[in-house]
Nanobody, 116 residues
Framework: QVQLVESGGGLVQAGGSLRLSCAAS????????MGWYRQAPGKEREFVAA????????YYSDSVKGRFTISRDNAKNTVYLQMNSLKPEDTAIYYC?????????WGQGTQVTVSS
């Protein structure tokens, strides 16, 4: 069992930056592929970014490519999402996900609000 806790969300003006963290407990994250997803009010949850267990493969949605950076520190059991040049349309609850063979874990989410 893996417990994931996101932090770092908040209110920021357009053009600003935030860094989200996802800390894991229960098991080491090094065996899991990790992802960030977000859900805006009235919309479905959507993919934001993902990083494989070793950090050798990284993927971004087109909407955040060039602005967001996903990274992981397996020694700290933590995954990060650096978000720069934030836009009002980035406003959402951001969720951390850990995935492995037959396993899928989610955090409780952290709110990001970008004001125009």
């Amino acid at each position: 069992q893996v417990q994931l806790v996101e932090s770092g969300g908040g209110l920021v003006q357009a053009g600003g930056s935030l860094r989200l963290s996802c800390a894991a407990s229960g098991r080491t994250l090094s065996r899991y592929d990790m992802g960030w997803y977000r859900q805006a009010p009235g919309k479905e949850r959507e993919f934001v970014a993902a990083i494989n267990w070793s950090g050798s493969r990284i993927y971004y949605s087109d909407s955040v490519k060039g602005r967001f950076t996903i990274s992981r520190d397996n020694a700290k059991n933590t995954v990060y999402l650096q978000m720069n040049s934030l836009k009002p349309e980035d406003t959402a609850i951001y969720y951390c996900n850990a995935g492995g063979p037959g396993q899928d874990y989610w955090g409780q989410g952290t709110q990001v609000t970008v004001s125009s």
